[in-house]
């Protein structure tokens, strides 16, 4: 699997735009991007995905630069429920891509 | 709609005992997987069931095995438990498998080995 790489930790205030980078240089071009996220003591919860262009949810955004060598995920007003550990991951579009490979992702923490 | 749902939330068991753990993937949706998931560690992936076949499996012992049913429901059982066992193990539910589509957790299974 293609590895990406994500700051151990970011912090941000409530209410504010939160930008989460993941940085993915070996990424092919079958790869989507995946983010997921684990808030403390529950299961990792599908956040959003894309392949080439950017993507938006109720959730949050996904910013893919056009080399499409990193993303950025947008979360766009901050709260302490977002609290959590942001995962970015690469998967492969054929069917034998059959799993998700969880790095140590970015430790998000949202101050009142 | 339902989410996926795993039984039972905890569980605490004695080395070399053997546990069943099993999971209901949301409705329409083929694909099942399995991960670990061990304190202060990402979720590990453990096996990948679709269409009742299985597609992939991690680097986990013979230990670990699991089947998918008719309704696509899954059970995960280990044998001859250890304390490295101990840990969350997690359900996730797809529509199919491939990149292209999100994989929908379940709130986890915590077993404790003693």
């Known amino acids: 699997d293609a590895k990406t790489t994500q700051p151990n930790s970011m912090e941000s205030n409530e209410e504010e735009p939160v930008h989460l980078p993941c940085n993915h240089s070996?990424?092919?071009?079958?790869?989507?991007i995946h983010w997921y996220r684990q808030l403390p003591s529950q299961g990792p919860e599908y956040v959003i995905h894309?392949?080439?262009s950017n993507v938006n949810n109720r959730m949050a955004s996904l910013a893919i630069a056009e080399d499409r060598k990193s993303s950025t995920l947008i979360l766009h007003r901050a709260t302490l429920r977002d609290a959590a550990v942001y995962y970015c991951?690469?998967?492969?579009?054929?069917?034998?891509?059959?799993?998700?490979?969880f790095g140590k992702g970015t430790l998000l923490t949202v101050n009142p | 709609d339902a989410g996926v749902t795993q039984s039972p939330t905890h569980l605490i068991k004695t080395r070399g005992q053997h546990v069943t753990l099993r999971c209901s993937p949301i409705?329409?949706?083929?694909?099942v997987s399995w991960y670990q998931q061990v304190l202060g560690q990402g979720p590990q992936f453990i096996f990948q069931?679709?269409?009742?076949?299985?597609?992939g499996r991690g680097n986990f012992p013979d230990r670990f095995s699991a089947r998918q049913f008719p309704n696509y429901s899954s059970e995960l059982n280990v044998n001859a438990l250890l304390l490295g066992d101990s840990a969350l193990y997690l359900c996730?539910?797809?529509?199919?498998?491939?990149?292209?589509?999100?994989?929908?957790f379940g709130p986890g299974t915590r077993l404790t080995v003693t």
């Open positions: 996730a539910s797809s529509p199919r498998t491939g990149g292209a589509y999100e994989q929908y």
């Open positions: 070996t990424i092919s071009g079958t790869d989507y």
């Open positions: 894309g392949l080439t």
């Open positions: 991951i690469l998967r492969g579009s054929g069917g034998s891509n059959y799993k998700l490979t």
């Open positions: 409705s329409g949706h083929k694909s």
């Open positions: 069931y679709y269409e009742k076949e299985e597609r």
